[in-house]
């Protein structure tokens, strides 16, 4: 399996950052896959942002649920964050990730990673 993130590099504050995962090698609606956009500021640890089950129902984390949106193609075999408002607080690379779990919750989390992208949130 293959991830690969996609999207703009640089964000006016304010606007709405949004990011395509593409994964390659199976389906993203393949039992019991669980999908997710994780982000590392500079200087900083990992950050959890949200997750899409294969099911393609989605949960967030709580301190940015009120901006994050996961969405999905099935068609195309991609997922999609999209954070609103956007401040210079949220630069990071952005990573997508697929974990593995069972039909109620993940048992081996991160298991496959893109690349990585660089987001700069500046005017």
């Known amino acids: 399996v293959q991830l690969q993130e996609s999207g703009p590099g640089l964000v006016k504050p304010s606007q709405t950052l949004s990011l395509t995962c593409t994964v390659s090698?199976?389906?993203?609606?393949?039992?019991?896959?669980?999908w997710s956009w994780i982000r590392q500021p500079p200087g900083k640890g990992l950050e959890w942002i949200g997750t899409?089950?294969?099911?393609?129902?989605?949960y967030y984390d709580p301190s940015l649920k009120s901006r994050t949106s996961i969405s999905r193609d099935t068609a195309k075999n991609q997922f999609t964050l999209q954070l609103t408002s956007v401040t210079p607080e949220d630069t990071a690379v952005y990573y997508c990730?697929?974990?593995?779990?069972?039909?109620?919750?993940?048992?081996?989390?991160?298991?496959?990673w893109g690349q990585g992208t660089q987001v700069i949130v500046s005017s």
């Open positions: 090698g199976d389906s993203i609606t393949t039992n019991y896959y669980f």
């Open positions: 990730s697929r974990s593995t779990g069972n039909g109620t919750y993940i048992t081996v989390p991160n298991d496959r």
């Open positions: 899409i089950r294969y099911s393609g129902s989605s």
